[in-house]
C-alpha cells in the first residue's frame, strides 16, 4: 500500500513540517473557515491490516472534525475503493460507545488531490456499499485537480501547498535535451520567476516551498540544460532571500539569531561556508566549528 515516490515524499514533508498550509485546502474541500492560527492535531499516519501497512499521506483533527487527504499523481478510477479502505480503517479504530449500548462509527472527511490532471470518471467516481439489509449507501470523496488552479487564483486562495508541483502542468511541454523551443522554455521560466517573486514576498515560508519546487523540477525536467536554467534562476532569488533572513536578523538586533539563520542557510545548501563567515565577520574556521 505504501507509495514512495518524490510527490508522496514531497506532499508528506509539507503536511508535517508546514501544517499550517492544510488550513486554507481543507477550506477549499470542505468549505469550512478556519483561521490560519487553527490548532491542528497530526493523527498518526500508519496503520496495519492482514495484508500489509497502510500509509496515509496526511490525518490531522481540527476542533474535534477529523480530516484525510491523499496525494495522487496519476489519474485512477478506482482511487475511491482505496480511500473507502483507508477511511474505514480510521473510522474501525476510532469506534465510540454510545449510552444505549450500541457502537458508532464517524468516517473522516476525506479528499484526493489530483497532482496531474483527472478524467469525470475519476472527479464523480462513487463507490456504492451494500450493507447485509440490502440498504445501499454511496461512499464518496472530495476531489481537487491542481491544474484547476491558475497562479492568481492559487495566490488568492493561499492553496500554496499546490506550488512545488506547479511544473506537472507543463510537463507534456517541457523541452528534451534533443528538442527546445526556446521561445517556450523562456516564456516558462518568466512565469516561474514571477512565481517565485510574489512567494518571496507573500510567505515567510518562501525558502522551504521554493526547496520543495525544485525537489519536483529536478525530478520532472529531463535535460540537464533545462535543469540548470531553472537553477541559475533560483539562485538569484535564494541570494534575495538569504539577504532577506540576515537582514531580518540585524533589525532584530539579535547576532546570535543572525548566526543561527547563517548556519540553517549553509546546512539546506543555500549558501557556502565561505560566504556565511564573510557575512558574520569570522574566520571560516570557527564558522565551521559552530556548524558542528
Given at each position: 500500500?505504501?507509495?514512495?515516490?518524490?510527490?508522496?515524499?514531497?506532499?508528506?514533508?509539507?503536511?508535517?513540517?508546514?501544517?499550517?498550509?492544510?488550513?486554507?485546502?481543507?477550506n477549499?474541500?470542505f468549505?469550512?473557515?478556519?483561521?490560519?492560527?487553527?490548532?491542528?492535531?497530526?493523527?498518526?499516519n500508519?496503520?496495519?491490516e492482514?495484508?500489509g501497512?497502510?500509509?496515509?499521506?496526511?490525518?490531522?483533527?481540527?476542533?474535534?472534525?477529523?480530516?484525510?487527504?491523499?496525494?495522487?499523481s496519476?489519474?485512477d478510477s478506482?482511487?475511491?475503493?482505496?480511500?473507502?479502505?483507508?477511511?474505514?480503517?480510521?473510522?474501525?479504530?476510532?469506534?465510540?460507545?454510545?449510552?444505549?449500548?450500541?457502537?458508532?462509527?464517524?468516517?473522516?472527511?476525506?479528499?484526493v488531490?489530483?497532482?496531474?490532471?483527472?478524467?469525470?470518471?475519476?472527479?464523480?467516481a462513487?463507490?456504492?456499499?451494500?450493507?447485509?439489509?440490502?440498504?445501499?449507501?454511496?461512499?464518496?470523496?472530495?476531489?481537487?485537480?491542481?491544474?484547476?488552479?491558475?497562479?492568481?487564483?492559487?495566490?488568492?486562495?493561499n492553496?500554496?501547498?499546490?506550488?512545488p508541483?506547479y511544473?506537472?502542468?507543463?510537463?507534456?511541454?517541457l523541452?528534451t535535451?534533443?528538442?527546445?523551443?526556446k521561445?517556450?522554455?523562456?516564456?516558462?521560466?518568466?512565469?516561474?520567476?514571477?512565481?517565485?517573486?510574489r512567494l518571496e514576498?507573500?510567505?515567510?515560508?518562501?525558502?522551504?516551498?521554493?526547496?520543495?519546487?525544485?525537489?519536483?523540477?529536478?525530478?520532472?525536467v529531463?535535460s540537464?540544460?533545462?535543469k540548470?536554467?531553472?537553477?541559475?534562476?533560483g539562485?538569484?532569488?535564494?541570494?534575495?532571500?538569504?539577504?532577506?533572513?540576515?537582514?531580518?536578523?540585524?533589525?532584530?538586533?539579535?547576532?546570535?539569531?543572525k548566526?543561527?539563520?547563517?548556519?540553517?542557510?549553509?546546512?539546506?545548501?543555500?549558501?557556502?561556508?565561505?560566504?556565511?563567515?564573510?557575512v558574520?565577520?569570522?574566520?571560516?574556521?570557527?564558522?565551521?566549528?559552530?556548524?558542528?
Amino acid at each position: 500500500m505504501a507509495r514512495k515516490t518524490v510527490f508522496d515524499d514531497v506532499f508528506r514533508t509539507m503536511c508535517q513540517k508546514l501544517p499550517h498550509l492544510l488550513i486554507p485546502l481543507i477550506n477549499e474541500a470542505f468549505g469550512t473557515h478556519y483561521t490560519n492560527d487553527e490548532k491542528i492535531e497530526q493523527l498518526r499516519n500508519e496503520r496495519f491490516e492482514k495484508n500489509g501497512e497502510i500509509i496515509t499521506d496526511s490525518l490531522l483533527e481540527i476542533k474535534n472534525h477529523t480530516y484525510h487527504i491523499e496525494c495522487q499523481s496519476n489519474d485512477d478510477s478506482k482511487m475511491v475503493i482505496r480511500m473507502a479502505q483507508y477511511d474505514f480503517s480510521i473510522a474501525l479504530e476510532n469506534v465510540v460507545a454510545l449510552d444505549d449500548g450500541t457502537f458508532q462509527m464517524n468516517f473522516p472527511k476525506s479528499c484526493v488531490i489530483y497532482l496531474r490532471e483527472s478524467d469525470s470518471k475519476s472527479r464523480n467516481a462513487v463507490l456504492n456499499i451494500r450493507f447485509q439489509d440490502g440498504e445501499v449507501y454511496p461512499y464518496k470523496m472530495k476531489v481537487i485537480c491542481i491544474e484547476d488552479y491558475t497562479q492568481d487564483k492559487i495566490f488568492e486562495e493561499n492553496l500554496l501547498i499546490f506550488l512545488p508541483f506547479y511544473i506537472l502542468r507543463y510537463e507534456n511541454e517541457l523541452p528534451t535535451a534533443r528538442k527546445c523551443d526556446k521561445d517556450r522554455l523562456n516564456a516558462l521560466l518568466e512565469e516561474y520567476q514571477e512565481l517565485f517573486s510574489r512567494l518571496e514576498n507573500e510567505t515567510n515560508d518562501y525558502t522551504d516551498l521554493y526547496n520543495f519546487s525544485i525537489k519536483i523540477i529536478n525530478h520532472v525536467v529531463k535535460s540537464a540544460s533545462v535543469k540548470r536554467r531553472f537553477m541559475d534562476m533560483g539562485g538569484k532569488v535564494l541570494e534575495l532571500e538569504s539577504e532577506r533572513l540576515i537582514s531580518k536578523g540585524r533589525e532584530q538586533g539579535r547576532e546570535e539569531g543572525k548566526l543561527q539563520q547563517l548556519i540553517e542557510l549553509v546546512k539546506d545548501g543555500l549558501l557556502n561556508t565561505t560566504d556565511a563567515a564573510s557575512v558574520a565577520k569570522m574566520s571560516e574556521d570557527n564558522f565551521r566549528k559552530l556548524l558542528q
